[in-house]
């Protein structure tokens, strides 16, 4: 396993991030494909028995059994040498003062912690001044119940709003940005990258294998995940002829190199400077499929081959 320090912060990272949004309590709405606890744990539980300490959740995911569940796998380990986070917006009040101060005490208790090590704003709020927010996570962080925050899923105007606003009012700086990026849907380029870039914050892409679709060479054969979660199953679908043919050139590097295709997908995640790529799974096979992926580094000449095909796709802020 490779390690990586977090932006302006103390924390040291594996370079794979373990996502839990396949963890929790299964309901009748997008969270259907999930698994129980026992799966749940095991999958943890294997992943930092293979250097992974790193772990995401939200605490919308599954209802926060997703915290729940990931809170108790973890119990057996020493909770410093493991690196949370979290997020809050999906929930009353979204970023409001009001309601930081009370997800985060119900991210606490989900987790049965006494701090957070980063706590993500999954969303952009339009209904509360940034100031206000902002406010709310400095004085969580002197309370001790977060040690850092993030961003995820944002236009670049809008994260460049919270940085500049936190350098003025004299708060800790963002750690992380957590953006939709992968070989098929890259807009991020054009300005929230490189103003993170310019920030010093370190980027934890989430869907890497866009669903899957840079994983298989079938690609529109779907799993019970595709099949079940309705963002899943439609982000691509504007663009599929297209992102169809990169997902070959996935499969032709692949089979240059003897390796799967995500690891092609996630190796060109480290090559384009992502810190630590967020990877979801059900099965521990897919677990061992993604730690081989650092014996593989693309050349200059791999790198445009997958990126020729490109096409501008539509904004997607949404998980």
């Known amino acids: 396993m490779e390690y990586i320090k977090l932006g302006n912060s103390d924390l040291k990272v594996s370079r794979l991030c373990l996502g839990c949004m396949s963890f929790g309590e299964a309901d009748q709405g997008q969270y259907q494909w999930t698994l129980d606890y026992d799966e749940s744990k095991k999958i943890i539980l294997e992943a930092y ?37 979290t997020k809050c917006y999906f929930n009353e009040g979204k970023l409001s ?63 460049a709003e919270y940085c500049y606003k936190a350098k003025e009012l004299g708060y800790q700086p963002f750690t992380t940005l957590q953006n939709h990026y992968n070989l098929i849907y890259r807009e991020d380029e054009r300005d929230l990258i490189p103003l993170a870039q310019q920030f010093g914050v370190s980027r934890t892409s989430f869907a890497p294998y866009a669903s899957g679709r840079l994983a298989r060479k079938q690609y529109d054969e779907g ?31 692949a089979e240059k190199y003897g390796v799967s295709m995500s690891n092609v997908a996630l190796a060109w995640q480290f090559a384009k400077g992502v810190a630590s790529p967020i990877v979801g799974m059900t099965k521990q096979k897919h677990l061992y499929d993604a730690l081989n992926c650092f014996k593989l580094k693309l050349t200059d000449e791999d790198i445009a081959y997958l990126e020729e095909l490109y096409i501008p796709h539509p904004i997607n802020c949404n998980r």
Do not use: C, W
Not at 51 to 56: A, E, L, P, R, Y
Not at 66 to 76: C, D, F, H, N, T
Not at 114 to 140: G, M, N, Q, S, W
């Open 49 to 85: 028995k293979n250097g992974i300490n790193f772990f995401d959740t939200a605490n919308n995911y599954s209802n926060g059994s997703s915290e729940r569940y990931l809170g108790r796998a973890i119990k057996q380990l020493k909770r410093e040498d493991v690196v949370i986070t």
């Open 223 to 253: 799993s019970k995940r595709f099949l079940l979660d309705s963002k899943e199953g439609t982000r691509y679908d504007k663009t599929e002829e297209a992102d169809s043919r990169i997902a070959k050139r996935v499969s032709d590097v």
């Open 97 to 159: 003062p009001e309601a930081i101060h009370r997800e985060v005490l119900k991210s606490l208790k989900n987790l049965d912690t006494d701090y957070i090590d980063i706590l993500v704003l999954h969303r952009f709020d339009y209904d509360t001044p940034v100031e206000d927010t902002l406010k709310a996570l400095h004085e969580e962080v002197n309370l001790g119940h977060i040690r850092y925050y993030g961003a995820s899923a944002m236009y670049g105007y809008q994260f």
